[in-house]
């Protein structure tokens, strides 16, 4: 578990999962106080292994966080993306996903609650590089009050040389208030 509680200011962070063949790690980080933080995760998922990314955005209601998670998927692998993000003034992630060998999947899965005046957006790109590789993908948001707002913009970019993929995206939403 990896936490990053913001005091007031600006931070940056950058935070590197590299995870050898045939591993497997769960990583969670948990984002919780006031900032304006922008911040990079780049997972490297090697032939075989099996990684998991938590991360958890419940910052108080003045923060910003900007965010990119970068997956790379080597032969066979496994990876699952869990987004949960429930505060902050201003969120926005960028997951992606790249399969650098063929047999890799891919499920990630996100859940977002927006409250007055909040902006909580998601903008995903799985990019099919690599032959018989799966992706699922799950998003749910909700939001409530007055200028509650969330976002989610789901791409999948597969290449000619990706024969056999199969994907899947889903988007639902629930709106709790006129």
Do not use: M
């Amino acid at each position: 578990v990896l936490r990053f509680h913001g005091t007031g200011g600006t931070s940056y962070g950058h935070v590197v999962v590299d995870v050898k063949p045939f591993g497997k790690a769960v990583v969670v980080l948990d984002h919780t106080g006031t900032a304006t933080h922008a911040g990079g995760v780049e997972v490297r998922v090697g032939d075989s292994a099996d990684v998991t990314l938590v991360s958890l955005q419940d910052w108080d209601d003045d923060a910003v966080h900007l965010g990119a998670q970068a997956a790379r998927l080597g032969r066979d692998a496994r990876y699952k993306s869990v987004v949960v993000t429930l505060g902050g003034n201003l969120v926005r992630l960028n997951p992606t996903v790249e399969y650098a060998g063929p047999g890799g999947s891919a499920e990630l899965l996100g859940l977002a609650f927006a409250d007055a005046g909040q902006h909580l957006e998601h903008r995903l790109l799985v990019t099919h590089t690599a032959p018989s590789c799966q992706s699922r993908v799950t998003y749910k948001s909700a939001a409530q009050g007055v200028d509650a707002h969330t976002v989610w913009i789901g791409d999948v970019a597969i290449r000619p040389e990706a024969t056999g993929t199969d994907t899947y995206e889903l988007n639902r939403n629930l709106l709790l208030s006129d």
